[in-house]
């Protein structure tokens, strides 16, 4: 038996690869549009673009950037196994990225009143990982 079989027969957890440099970039205070810049198809940076507009009250701001992180995220997502379900354990930090422009978008449309899109996206959040829906929540 393989040590990460899933015995309940649902899809194994996807593990994105690694992907530091900015995430390195951001934590030495680069400004999150230049590392944008750099690294268009890093989630992680345009999650950060999204919750810095969303706290300067720039909502629909936020809410593109976060769509942009999604989109980014759901593409490195499908070229790593992922089949459109299956957990993506807030435990691996490479994943956080990801999880967490989806946390900032459901949480932009939520402000804007569009009710369907936050729905489907807080579910989303928590059937991908429990533990990112509860620590971003």
């Keep these: 038996m393989a ?6 027969g649902g899809p194994a957890p996807t593990l994105l690869p ?3 440099e900015p995430r390195e970039l951001l934590a030495q205070g680069t ?4 590392v944008a810049a750099k690294y268009p198809t890093s989630s992680l ?12 009250g720039r909502v629909v701001e936020s809410y593109a950037y976060a769509r942009t992180g999604y ?8 070229r790593n196994g992922w089949k ?8 691996h930090e490479p994943n956080r990225g990801f999880l967490r422009a989806l946390h900032a978008l459901a ?5 804007i009143g569009e009710k369907d899109e936050y729905e489907r996206c ?13 620590t971003l929540g």
């Design 31 to 34: 400004a999150p549009a230049e």
């Design 18 to 20: 690694d992907d530091p």
């Design 107 to 111: 949480r932009a449309a939520g402000e």
């Design 122 to 134: 807080t579910t989303f959040l928590r059937d991908s990982s429990a533990t990112a829906a509860e």
């Design 45 to 56: 940076v345009w999650a950060r673009l999204a919750d810095d507009a969303f706290e300067g």
């Design 84 to 91: 459109g379900h299956g957990p993506v354990p807030w435990e």
């Design 71 to 78: 989109h980014r995220g759901l593409d490195v997502l499908r």
């Design 3 to 8: 040590i990460h079989e899933n015995l309940l």
